[in-house]
């Protein structure tokens, strides 16, 4: 079994030309997410892209997936409430982290000054 979260969708999806091919109704999102990785301040715009992806696939779609890869696929859908972002000065970013128990994921983004952390708490399931 394959399972597909956040972690992996953009590898195994949307870089992945059969899968664009068969799913024309998420061409908005797999184009999207591909001026992400041209245009690095997109960046947002290609991981809102790769959620609205895995929040809207149907179970005919994960069947469809799941024929393509032939072996079963799981989707995990992202719920968006599990994620916080704080954004703070690079110099004094750590009294604005605030202190977070179960930290599953996180992701540093920084530009010039300001840095941003985008922190997922754990309470993603499928």
Sequence with gaps: M???GFHNAAELLFQNQLIKNEFP?????FDSWAMAQ???HLKSLGI??????????TKEDVEKISSIFK??????KTDL???????GNIENFEFQLPLFNNVMDF?????GEEVSV???TGNQNA
């Design 2 to 4: 394959i399972q597909i």
């Design 25 to 29: 109704k998420f061409k908005h999102l």
């Design 38 to 40: 041209k245009v690095s």
């Design 48 to 57: 809102r892209s790769v959620v609205d992806f895995l929040n809207s696939v």
């Design 71 to 76: 072996m079963e696929v799981n989707i995990m």
């Design 81 to 87: 409430s599990a994620y916080r972002n704080i954004k």
């Design 107 to 111: 992701h540093v983004y920084r530009k």
């Design 118 to 120: 985008l922190i997922n």
